[in-house]
């Protein structure tokens, strides 16, 4: 059965793909976003669910702070022994020849968890992954050279982890520097017969990302290159649909056949508004035993996949919460720290979110959002606030990070209460003419209409007729190739208030829809 790439559409980068019997799991980088690092399962490699999140405990994972496309990166999900075992960095710093990259590992003899308190490992470098033999536990990560005259990205140790004293023991091995593609990342280590085969992400996460794969005999190398490497890229490919293809993870299926996962983007004219989303690829081993894609000759990754089962492949994602139940959605995330913490709950069936700070500090952020995960959608609230004054602030973001989003705001001005548009884009900022509402306006409906590249909002005082307005905006402004510095996320659409001026204030939300429309 031929089915449709990408897997998990949207903002789902760095996938670890893990299969115990016959269910399959799928970990991917959350950065700054909380909770951190999303688990899906799927039973057959066809439709995946979000069943969990493996770090929610703010004060175990403080984040509080962090800069935009830090925070946790790249996890890595095995299994062994009864345990699931999750390694995974948190980038503190990522300035200069510095990332300050702390290294952890959390177990949980249940997916969905509870997972156990982290335990440190290393800060040498990045994108850790754990390899299990023989009772034995092995780290692999690369790791980062900070002098100005070495290759900054350079090489990949193995350093053994004992279990019972949770720490690692002797010392790191570099088992292999890369292939010279530059930028060698996301090592994992698999076993097939006789040999180990180092799976690395090279050339960078933009549009020369690629994967490679090198064998030993021996866990500690030396390692020699695949033959047919890049396995996978999409660098220099024709009509290829999906870009950016790299960072990837193999396993054998429960059908026999080897699936390979790995990152990719659906660019608009080279934006990835969406962001780096996960996909599958069929992999086949050569007679001298090395990977290499099943569907072509290429290296190019195929916009379908040959699926182990007959199924239904469910792409539409619309959602409509109305809170009814007193929970946030799986889907939703926030900012740096938990729910509580930055004062967002549910109340009385209602979406409470209490004033934070503005929407370009790192800190207390009142903010909710969800992914975008289709180029066409809508997105809709109904909100009440009532600001009495000009820092109080409330509304609907697209965001991608505190220095480039657009924001349907509602606030109060001498004149009175009014709607405007901010736009930020690589810290400049314009706002749209108000729109004065009536003083008695309790209620607002606000939405986002999104098609590819163009956004234009909408607002309604009676959720009939809906009114224009600012500007048709930009959404490749939104995306990891227009902003400045690293950018590793996508665009999340929510919803937030802000307290500026520190007196307390609070905005609640009757629900939240999300609306997928038809994709090419």
Known sequence: MKVKNPVLKGFFPDPSLLRVGEDYYIATSTFEWFPGVCIHHSRDLVNWE???????????????????????????????????????TIVYTDRQRYKDTHNFLVTAPDVRGPWSPPVALSRSGFDPSLFHEGGRKYLVNMVIDHRVDQVRFCGVDVQEYDPKAK????????VSPGTGRGVTEGPNIMKRGDYYYLVLAEGGTGFRHCTTVLRSRS???????????????????????????????????????????????????????????????????????WPKLAANDSRK?????????????????????????????????????????????????????????????????????????????????????????????AGMLVYYNYDNHYYLKMSRAPEGLFLAVSALVNKDLTDSAPVLLPEETKMVYLRAQIRREKLQYFYSLDNQTYLPIGEELDMKNISDEHIEGNGFTGSMLGVNCCDVQGDGVSADFLYLDYREYEEE
């Open 50 to 88: 979000l069943v969990s999140y493996a770090l929610t405990d703010d004060q175990q994972v403080d984040m509080t702070g962090l800069d935009m496309s830090c925070g946790i990166w790249a996890p890595n999900l095995t299994y062994s022994d009864g345990l699931f075992y999750l390694a995974y």
């Open 167 to 174: 720490r690692l023991i002797g010392e790191p091995v570099r």
């Open 219 to 289: 866990l500690f190398g030396p390692y020699e290159e695949n033959p047919y490497n890049p396995v996978l890229t999409s660098d220099g490919q024709t009509d290829c649909l999906l870009e950016r293809a790299g960072h990837s993870q193999m396993i054998e299926g429960a059908d026999g056949r080897w699936y390979l996962a790995h990152l990719c983007s659906r660019p608009v004219e080279r934006n990835s508004i969406l962001g780096r989303e996960t996909a599958i690829q069929n992999v086949v081993w050569t007679e001298d035993g």
């Open 301 to 393: 990754p195929e916009i379908t996949f040959e699926a182990p089962a007959q199924v239904i492949q469910k792409r539409d994602l619309s959602s409509r919460t109305d809170f009814s139940h007193n929970r946030i959605p799986l889907e939703y995330m926030t900012l740096r720290r938990s729910f509580a913490t930055n004062g967002i709950s549910v109340e009385n069936g209602k979406l409470h979110i209490r004033g934070g700070a503005s929407v370009m500090c790192k800190y207390f952020q009142g903010l909710l959002a969800r992914r975008q995960q289709c180029l066409d959608c809508d997105f809709e609230t109904a909100m009440e606030f009532a600001p009495r004054h000009l820092n109080h602030i």
